[in-house]
């Protein structure tokens, strides 16, 4: 398996402007976390899928970020409009928790600049 | 909801020394309980891990105790070599299915 797939690795943007981060789980895994990670507030989980259904959303910053998961292979994180302070690696996993142990497997990371 | 210390936030070794990483948790129905390494610019990946069924686990230069009763837990490395530099995350699961909460992180220093 390819592991977690994250595109883009890099984004710069204008503040303003419609950011739209992508990830593909690893296959057969049933959960998926969207983390943000900055050196001010480390790793933060933002939201998180339980078979493409949302869970908890309780760390997403405010109204302008939203997460979808329209099939088992496919999640976006969208920041519309994006700002300076969303700035940082934005991480996502998957786990299989019908296993031993709930290990969550990262994604390489997207490094978003908003400008 | 759970809650996830970590001490230190920073730690200096010299090569060959052992390094101790210490967190503790708050919700006692916590059961699982992973380490993460993650260098600079890389992802977290897993290291090591422990239910809570057991004591101690031990993987080569690297070992976890966990202590239910405090709800405490530890990762031990021990002769360390510059390529452990790095940040280290300790995570308790919420025992809601998958979420983990993570600590701040120790940046783990090597030096020759």
């Known amino acids: 398996d390819a592991g977690v797939i994250q595109s883009p690795r890099h984004e710069v943007t204008e503040m303003g402007q419609e950011v739209t981060l992508r990830c593909k789980p690893i296959?057969?895994?049933?959960?998926l976390f969207w983390y943000r990670q900055t050196m001010m507030r480390g790793l933060e989980l933002l939201i998180y899928?339980?078979?493409?259904?949302?869970?908890?959303d309780s760390g997403m910053p405010e109204d302008r970020f939203s997460a979808k998961m329209p099939n088992a292979s496919f999640s976006t994180l969208k920041i519309q409009p994006s700002e300076p302070r969303d700035s940082a690696v934005y991480f996502c996993?998957?786990?299989?928790?019908?296993?031993?142990?709930?290990?969550?497997?990262f994604g390489p990371g997207t490094r978003l600049t908003v400008l | 909801g759970e809650n996830v210390e970590q001490h230190p936030s920073t730690l200096s070794v010299q090569e060959g020394d052992s390094a101790v990483i210490k967190c503790t948790y708050s919700?006692?129905?916590?059961?699982?309980f992973p380490w993460y390494k993650q260098e600079l610019g890389k992802r977290p990946q897993l290291i090591i891990d422990?239910?809570?069924?057991?004591g101690e686990k031990k993987d080569q230069r690297i070992a976890v105790t966990l202590n239910k009763t405090a709800k405490h837990f530890s990762l031990h490395i021990t002769e360390t070599q510059p390529e452990d530099s790095a940040v280290y995350f300790c995570?308790?699961?919420?025992?809601?299915?998958?979420?983990?909460?993570f600590g701040q992180g120790t940046e783990l220093s090597v030096k020759p």
């Open positions: 996993a998957s786990s299989y928790t019908g296993g031993a142990t709930d290990t969550q497997y």
């Open positions: 296959s057969g895994h049933d959960y």
């Open positions: 899928f339980n078979n493409n259904v949302p869970i908890d």
């Open positions: 919700d006692s129905a916590s059961n699982y």
């Open positions: 422990i239910r809570s069924n057991v």
């Open positions: 995570a308790a699961s919420d025992n809601q299915g998958g979420k983990l909460i």
